[in-house]
């Protein structure tokens, strides 16, 4: 059984050195530091001062399309409560409008 899983390994290593001389594969990764979209929202400018100290806007830009104020509030709130994320409260319902506004399904079509 240790022996079959090693030959695996050893299979797998090769393989990806194997890809990795042939060279010709590449992939695009987002630009790092993605910034947030800009908005004439009030709470851009408060997402920007509170929701970019972690983590670039990537993080927002991956989450789904579809996704409904609730799941925004959702977001905010847990990066406060879980990551003590230092959002002053009365600016979350400015950056939950500006996220499913900008983020979500509240975008214009
Ligand atoms: C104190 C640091 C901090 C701040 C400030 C912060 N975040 Fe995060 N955020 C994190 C961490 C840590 C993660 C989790 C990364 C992981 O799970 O890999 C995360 C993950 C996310 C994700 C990815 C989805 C998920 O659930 O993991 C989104 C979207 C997000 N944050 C949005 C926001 C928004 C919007 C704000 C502003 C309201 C914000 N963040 C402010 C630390 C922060």
Known sequence: MKQALMILTIVASLAGASLAA??????????DGAQL????????????????????????????ATAPRPYWDAMVKRMKVVFKAPIDDADMPA?????????GNEQPK
């Open 37 to 64: 979209k800009p908005s004439s929202l009030p709470g851009y400018a408060k997402a920007q001062a509170n929701c970019v100290a972690c983590h670039s806007a990537e993080y927002m830009q991956y989450q789904p």
């Open 95 to 103: 950056i939950v409008d500006y996220l499913a506004k900008t983020y």
């Open 22 to 31: 042939a060279g010709s594969k590449s992939i695009d990764l987002p630009p």
